[in-house]
């Protein structure tokens, strides 16, 4: 059986964390102790973590870390609320959460190349939002308001991380997948959410070499100085969700996979 590392992003130590078998990142602001990995050596973007969250990690360990792996080992990520599980369940405490956590690779993954969390459907936008932060898509199509086959990825984007930000982003994008990501985003009304992916090196490679020279692309048209409010400062990363699931459905065999959302204060 392949083995499985898994690292969990955090902006705040957290003890209950510390007590499960997760190697754990910290970014962000907050000093952290040694049991958190930092990225703050060798090639990183620290100075853009505000803007990337948990992808200043993906970023350092792919430029710093992934070619020390053996080529075998499944690597994931998650984050210090949401974790990989064995199986779809309700967490209500922290035993729930210990039990149930993913800690090895599954038989069922042997004919897959990724592993990504169950989708969610963003097609229940309340037309009360689609009003307040969404007139300017009613506008351009006044039956999203009654065809919810047409509250796609691009519409709830617009309404929560800046209206035509991602629109812009696909136009800088690489000619090979261009026109299938605005496609796929104009269609779909689900994505496989939080950056969470478990793969082995060489297709991690492959997935972080395609994101960050785009990533870096949109930086040239999107920036930073006008991205306000916590929705559309961490603009790099909601772009990057978004991408995820894209990308994997499209270069590898891939598995939807449950995941559980767990918080101890």
């Not at 705040?12 to 102790?33: A, H, Q």
């Not at 932060?133 to 509250?151: A, F, H, M, S, T």
């Amino acid at each position: 059986m392949d083995k499985l590392k898994i690292f969990c992003i955090t902006n705040k130590e957290k003890p209950y964390l510390e007590k499960l078998d997760l190697d754990l990142v910290g970014v962000g602001k907050e000093n952290f102790s040694k049991k958190y990995i930092q990225c703050l050596e060798g090639d990183n973007i620290q100075h853009k973590e505000q803007y990337y969250s948990e992808l200043t990690f993906h970023y350092w360990f792919w430029k710093n870390q992934l070619k020390t792996y053996d080529e075998n080992i499944w690597i994931g990520f998650c984050q210090k609320r949401r974790f990989w599980i064995k199986e779809k369940k309700k967490l209500d405490n922290f035993e729930d959460l210990k039990e149930n956590l993913l800690t090895s690779a599954p038989i069922s993954w042997n004919n897959c190349e990724a592993i990504l969390c169950e989708p969610i459907n963003i097609s229940g936008i309340k037309n009360m939002k689609l009003l307040k932060r969404g007139w300017r898509n009613i506008i351009e199509d006044p039956y999203v308001l009654i065809d919810k086959n047409k509250r796609n990825i691009k519409l709830h984007f617009d309404i929560h991380h800046g209206y035509k930000n991602l629109q812009r982003a696909i136009e800088v994008m690489n000619r090979n997948d261009r026109d299938d990501f605005k496609d796929f985003v104009s269609t779909k009304n689900l994505f496989n959410p939080h950056i969470m992916f478990i793969a082995k090196p060489k297709i991690i490679n492959k997935w972080f070499e395609s994101l960050f020279s785009w990533l870096f692309e949109c930086e040239k048209v999107l920036g930073f100085d006008k991205l306000k409010g916590y929705d559309e400062t961490r603009l790099y990363a909601y772009l990057a969700e978004r991408y995820l699931s894209f990308w994997f459905k499209k270069y590898t065999k891939s598995l939807d996979w449950p995941w559980g959302f767990f918080e101890d204060n």
